[in-house]
């Protein structure tokens, strides 16, 4: 019997992002808490900024103030998309 490979924070990370809808937004902070890692929400940004995989959209994730935070491709670019989306 092998033993099962424990999924890395990143995996974990976008294994989470993947299931957002289009048009709504989860935070930092709400996606370090459903990996199980709480207090984690720096690390689930810097996990999402070295992000290649389009099929995570790292974009509909925001800070907890609502704000749009930042974006690989640039916070603007971030906003335009979330307002395609009708998340924001």
């Known amino acids: 019997m092998t033993k099962k490979a424990k999924k890395s924070f990143s995996d ?3 294994e989470v992002v993947k299931k957002i809808p289009k048009g709504e ?3 930092y ?3 370090a808490i459903a990996i199980g890692s709480s207090c984690s ?3 689930v940004g810097n ?3 070295k992000n290649k995989n389009p099929m995570v959209p790292c974009h509909r994730v925001i800070r ?3 704000k749009t935070g930042g974006y690989r491709s640039g916070e603007s670019f971030k906003k335009s998309i979330l307002k395609k989306e009708g998340a924001i």
């Open 41 to 43: 929400f720096r690390a």
């Open 25 to 27: 937004t989860m935070t």
């Open 12 to 14: 974990r990370v976008y």
């Open 29 to 31: 902070k709400e996606v």
């Open 47 to 49: 996990a999402l900024n």
């Open 64 to 66: 907890t103030d609502g």
